[in-house]
């Protein structure tokens, strides 16, 4: 698991991090955005342009928000690995979590 979108995305969705991803993996819930674990390449491009500090490597994820790397995975189970978020565009749904 690579880099992982925490709370503070929630409701915020910036997404100059989208701008910054060289492999486009970075997918746009209703709340929030998800990065598919399996396409991101780590390049760590993203992490320094968001301005809520959402963003961090799944080694260096602050304790309160550890939950957000299985949601970020989870999102993705319905989705699987699409091969690039602008061709699925908003997919208007989020994780359960998320969502409540
Ligand atoms: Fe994309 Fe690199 Fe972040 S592949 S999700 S910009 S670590």
New binding site residues.
């Given amino acids: 698991m ?2 992982v ?1 925490t709370s503070s995305c929630v409701d915020v969705m910036d997404k100059s ?1 989208v701008e ?7 997918y746009e819930g209703d709340r929030m955005m998800y ?2 674990p399996d ?9 320094p342009v968001c301005p809520e500090v959402s ?1 961090f ?1 799944h080694e260096d994820l602050p304790e309160a928000v550890q939950q957000f790397e299985r949601i970020n995975a989870e999102f993705f189970a319905g989705l699987g690995s699409p091969g690039g978020a602008r061709k699925v565009g908003r997919t208007g749904a989020d994780h359960p979590d998320v969502a409540s």
Avoid: A, K, S, T
């Fill in positions: 690579p880099y979108i991090c910054e991803c060289p492999v486009d993996c970075i990065i598919q396409e991101c390449v780590e390049c760590g491009r993203c992490e963003i490597h």
